[in-house]
Every structure is written in structure tokens, then in C-alpha cells.
Antibody, heavy 115, light 110 residues
């Protein structure tokens, strides 16, 4: 059974860069694509982008200028960086295994952007 | 504004059936498959239906999906109080090369 665990700082300041990690266990990160998705409190889901172990990626056009994703196959981890943060980036951030669609999600990590 | 439109809320009594619609508001999604997710309060979304009408292992057959033209429907029969959740449809937008979700539908089991 695959298990995904997101981790991150919890609180970041406006204009700074958010760095999140997703640790994958129970499956090889090299076998699938992996997506990041976020959800502001009380609101819907927003897809951030996806990445493959080869480094091939696809970002949401609305966020692509601020997003960087990477994969560390030696650690079976994914990373997300989101720059130039504003309060609008406050959300729960999820990583998910992607088999052409997000099929298995981590529990999410809450990120608040505030000074 | 999402290209996938869902009703904000639906409700039904225990034991009854409910349907949740997901309508494509543009022509950009095309013939791509629709996926449905259930998000119980305080938890991560869980895949309910993939490829329009297929259930992952472990999803009871009370949950069903269908698609016709630019509209998809999630059906839930034999409603239980444990089905109270937010339900999201999603698909790949080929024109944007981007995954998109509907705004979500809150199901209340009265």
C-alpha cells in the first residue's frame, strides 16, 4: 500500500519561497507521475502540476511562473517550490500519485502565508 | 471559474439515491475521461470513480459514474450518513495541458 507524507514549514512570510517535500513509501517513485494539488480553507481543489521521475513536468499555467517541482529518486521524494508567496497561497497542499489521474493522495500539509 | 460546473449542494434522506452532475462549460475538455473524488470532512480526497464509470478496488457499487456528451453524473444509492462529504469531478484540459476540478458539491444526508 503506497503511503505519501507531505512536510513543510507551516508558516511562511509573504514574498518568500515555499518548499514542501512529499515522501513516498510502499512504491517506487520511478514508476508513476506525481502531482501537487492545493486547497484553500473552505474552497475547492486547484491542481499545481505534475512531474515524472525523468524530470518531465507540466505546471498549471496560472502558477507556472512561480512553481518548480523536482524528484529525488534516491530518497523516493518529491519537492515543490512556490515563489513570491501571497496570502492567496494559504492552503492545504497535497501530493498525489498520478496514473493519468491523481489516484492516491497524501494527507496534506497546511501552509499559512502571513507576516 | 472552473470549466467543470457542479451544483454547490445536494441532499437526500438515508437509504435514498442522489445524483451529482458535472457539466463542461467550454469545449476545451473534449472527450477526456471524468474522475470523481470524495472528500470526507477533514480528510484528503479519495478517488471514487475513474475513466467515467470505473470503481477502484474497495469502492462499493453504491457509487456509480456515467458520462454523456459534455455532462457526467455521479450516482450514490443507499445513502448513509457516512457519505456526507464534498464530491469533486475532475478531468484533463487538453487545451491548457492542465488538470481541472469542478467547484465541488456538498452532500448532506438528512
Amino acid at each position: 500500500q503506497v503511503h505519501l507524507q507531505e512536510s513543510g514549514p507551516g508558516l511562511v512570510k509573504p514574498s518568500e519561497t515555499l518548499s514542501l517535500t512529499c515522501s513516498v513509501s510502499g512504491d517506487s517513485i520511478s514508476r508513476f507521475y506525481w502531482s501537487w494539488i492545493r486547497q484553500p480553507a473552505g474552497k475547492g481543489l486547484e491542481w499545481i502540476g505534475l512531474i515524472y521521475s525523468s524530470g518531465k513536468f507540466n505546471y498549471n499555467p496560472s502558477l507556472k511562473s512561480r512553481v518548480t517541482m523536482s524528484v529525488d529518486t534516491s530518497k523516493n521524494q518529491l519537492s515543490l517550490k512556490l515563489s513570491s508567496l501571497t496570502a492567496a497561497d494559504t492552503a492545504v497542499y497535497y501530493c498525489a500519485r498520478d496514473r493519468g489521474y491523481p489516484d492516491f493522495w497524501g494527507q496534506g500539509t497546511r501552509v499559512t502565508v502571513s507576516s | 471559474q472552473s470549466v467543470l460546473t457542479q451544483p454547490p449542494s445536494v441532499s437526500a434522506a438515508p437509504g435514498q439515491k442522489v445524483t451529482i452532475s458535472c457539466s463542461e462549460s467550454t469545449s476545451k475538455v473534449g472527450n477526456n475521461y471524468i474522475y470523481w473524488y470524495q472528500q470526507l470532512p477533514g480528510t484528503a480526497p479519495k478517488l471514487l470513480i475513474y475513466d467515467n464509470n470505473k470503481r477502484p478496488s474497495g469502492i462499493p457499487d453504491r457509487f456509480s459514474g456515467s458520462k454523456s456528451g459534455t455532462s457526467a453524473t455521479l450516482g450514490i444509492t443507499g445513502l448513509q450518513t457516512g457519505d456526507e462529504a464534498d464530491y469533486y469531478c475532475g478531468t484533463w484540459d487538453s487545451s491548457l495541458s492542465c488538470w481541472v476540478f469542478g467547484g465541488g458539491t456538498k452532500l448532506t444526508v438528512l
